[in-house]
Each structure stands twice: as C-alpha cells, then as structure tokens.
C-alpha cells in the first residue's frame, strides 16, 4: 500500500511506522528490517532532502550514476551505505566493488568471476545477494529458482563468495506474495537469512513473508520527473 506523498520526512516517518507495523504482526522486531531508498532517477535536490531525514541506505540502478551522485556525497555522511539493485555488467566489476557496500545483482558465474578479480584488486568487498527470477521472466536478470541452490553453493567453493541473501523483483501482473514466499523458501533452502524484497506498493507483505530489507522508491521520494 502506498500513501499520498508529503514532505520526505513525513513520507519517512510513514513507512517506518508500517514497517513496524508489519514486523509487529508477524511476530517480528519492530526495527528488525532496512529500509533501502531507491535513489535511482531521482534529483539531488529529492535525494538531499531525504537525507536531510536521517536515511543512510540508499539503492542504485546503475553504476555511473551512482558515481556521479554519491562519490562527492560520502565524506559528508557518516554511516552511509550504499547498494546496488540493478543488474550489473560484468566490465563495471570494479567500479562497483569500489563504491558499493553491498551488491544486489549476482546472477552469473562471469560477474562472480569479475567481482572476485575486483575484490582482490581494491581490498573492498561488499556484501552479496543472488537476484533471483522468480517469474522467470525473459526480460529480467536473476537466476531461475530451479537454479538458486547450486548457485550459492557453488559461488562458497568455488569462488569463497559469503553470499548474504536472495533478492527478486516479482513480475507487475501477479500477486508479489507468491514470490516472496518462494524467494524466503528459497533462502531457507540455502542457508540465508536475508530477503532484499518489496516496494512501495507491497513492503508491508514481504516483510510478513520475511524481507529483511525493503526498496522504497516513490512512495519515499514522490514520483520520478519525466525524462526530458
């Protein structure tokens, strides 16, 4: 559910209320979950404003122009955590690696490849979630579910990848709570206790199916502008 949108704090203020909320009815921590701003498209002045509130984890799409925004950005905010939620190509490793705190979109055993590479070139390494098509749409990165268990398993020996969590973005035309629920039993299956799922429109079912973090985007900033 989303709310008509406000100034960003009291946006803010909204949905860590029904965050709460939502841990609180699935017998949950209130505060057990992160709330990710989805930064992506936005203008520095929305983005400005809603760390003006406090928020310090904010989510990225693509690599450029996360750079462009936040790599003048950090010095000023302590405490700032950066994740990429986009699918990354395998060439921007590194620039990823040296930005990013955690990485979203490990989908392929080339990109694990390329991170591993990254990893031991800049010391940095982030932390890993596995993006998982849980619609298995041809339009959209991530692994097929059938796939997820081996792909873990196999990013631990073969590349010593600590992978966090799972991640996915549910298709538009069905129900997300299918898709949560197999993404949490997904992860259950594998030994993960983190869930990168839900929006604006549904982050208070996945976190009653076991988000650990959510990707807010409109409901926190308001709608992205037009492109010009």
Request: some cysteine.
């Amino acid at each position: 559910m989303t709310q008509s949108h406000s100034s960003p704090r009291d946006a803010r203020d909204t949905i860590l209320s029904r965050m709460d909320q939502a841990a609180k009815a699935a017998g949950r921590p209130a505060g057990d979950i992160t709330l990710v701003a989805v930064s992506k498209k936005q203008p520095d002045a929305r983005v400005e404003a809603v760390l003006a509130t406090g928020q310090r984890v904010f989510g990225e799409n693509r690599v450029q122009e996360a750079q462009a925004r936040w790599a003048g950005r950090r010095a000023d905010h302590d405490g700032l955590e950066l994740r990429l939620i986009g699918p990354l190509q395998s060439n921007k490793a590194q620039d990823a690696v040296e930005l990013f705190d955690v990485i979203e979109t490990l989908d392929r055993e080339k990109l694990a490849k390329a991170l591993v590479k990254a990893m031991d070139a800049t010391g940095r390494r982030p932390r890993l979630y596995v993006q998982v098509n849980t619609g298995e749409e041809e339009q959209k990165a991530g692994l097929a579910p059938a796939e997820t268990a081996n792909f873990v398993a196999r990013m631990r020996e073969a590349y010593g990848l600590e992978i966090e969590g799972l991640m996915c973005i549910p298709p538009v035309e069905e129900p997300a709570s299918l898709h949560f629920a197999l993404l949490a039993k997904l992860a259950a299956e594998c030994g993960l206790a983190k869930l990168s799922m839900g929006m604006s429109a549904d982050y208070e079912t996945a976190i009653k199916l076991g988000a650990t973090s959510v990707r807010v985007g409109s409901a926190l900033f308001g709608p992205r502008p037009d492109p010009a």
